[in-house]
T-cell receptor, first 114, second 113 residues
Framework: NAGVTQTPKFQVLKTGQSMTLQCAQD?????MYWYRQDPGMGLRLIYYSASEGTTDKGEVPNGYNVSRLNKREFSLRLESAAPSQTSVYFC?????????????FGPGTRLTVT | GDSVTQMEGPVTLSEEAFLTINCTYTATGYPSLFWYVQYPGEGLQLLLKATKADDKGSNKGFEATYRKETTSFHLEKGSVQVSDSAVYFC????????????FGGGTRVLVKP
């Protein structure tokens, strides 16, 4: 049981390049999320998927697209990278409701856009 | 909208010192409250949580009590170790927010031997 996995761990892009961040979970969770983490700002929600086949915008969706490929996988795409997208990106999957609710996070992808 | 405010770091302590990280929140209704910890180079891990007023969450020697009257969820540990050096995030899940969490900005804690 690997939990939530992300690839790659590190990436450097030039402005205007595109790339896809991959996320997979093996816990059979319905909901998956993408966050970005910037110094002093905590985690901000980019996009989420409440279930397979659905996606919704979060707090900071501009410049990103997502695909919920199947129940396990949720990818994040940067079509034309900008320096403002330099950040650490975390994927998470959601388990439970109310008292049993918990988010499980991947190890993160550190992206630098030059 | 929902928001979480936590003390800015870094907080530097000596081993065996007492740690407090303040967290206050703004939310409609009665949210669930969480503390997450992020060790260097890793993702976030749930440290503890509380789902209703006066609940106390505890784990690994850390405690936090859900105080509705002061809208607070302060994290405490009586005797820190070097291995507690990490970034700590307070978060809430509002009743109207579905599965969404709102995070504070994080507090970096450095424990020196």
């Amino acid at each position: 049981n690997a939990g939530v996995t992300q690839t790659p761990k590190f990436q450097v892009l030039k402005t205007g390049q595109s790339m896809t961040l991959q996320c997979a979970q093996d816990m059979n969770h319905n909901s998956m999320y993408w966050y970005r983490q910037d110094p002093g700002m905590g985690l901000r929600l980019i996009y989420y998927s409440a279930s397979e086949g659905t996606t919704d915008k979060g707090e900071v969706p501009n410049g990103y697209n997502v695909s919920r490929l199947n129940k396990r996988e949720f990818s994040l795409r940067l079509e034309s990278a900008a320096p403002s997208q330099t950040s650490v990106y975390f994927c998470a999957s959601i388990f439970g409701q109310e008292a049993s609710y918990e988010q499980y996070f991947g190890p993160g992808t550190r992206l630098t856009v030059t | 909208g929902d928001s979480v405010t936590q003390m800015e770091g870094p907080v530097t302590l000596s081993e065996e010192a007492f740690l407090t990280i303040n967290c206050t929140y703004t939310a409609t209704g009665y949210p669930s409250l969480f503390w997450y910890v992020q060790y260097p180079g890793e993702g976030l891990q749930l440290l503890l949580k509380a789902t209703k007023a006066d609940d106390k969450g505890s784990n690994k020697g850390f405690e936090a009590t859900y105080r509705k009257e002061t809208t607070s969820f302060h994290l405490e540990k009586g005797s820190v170790q070097v291995s507690d050096s990490a970034v700590y995030f307070c978060a809430l899940r509002g009743k109207a927010a579905g599965n969404k969490l709102t995070f504070g900005g994080g507090t970096r804690v450095l424990v020196k031997p």
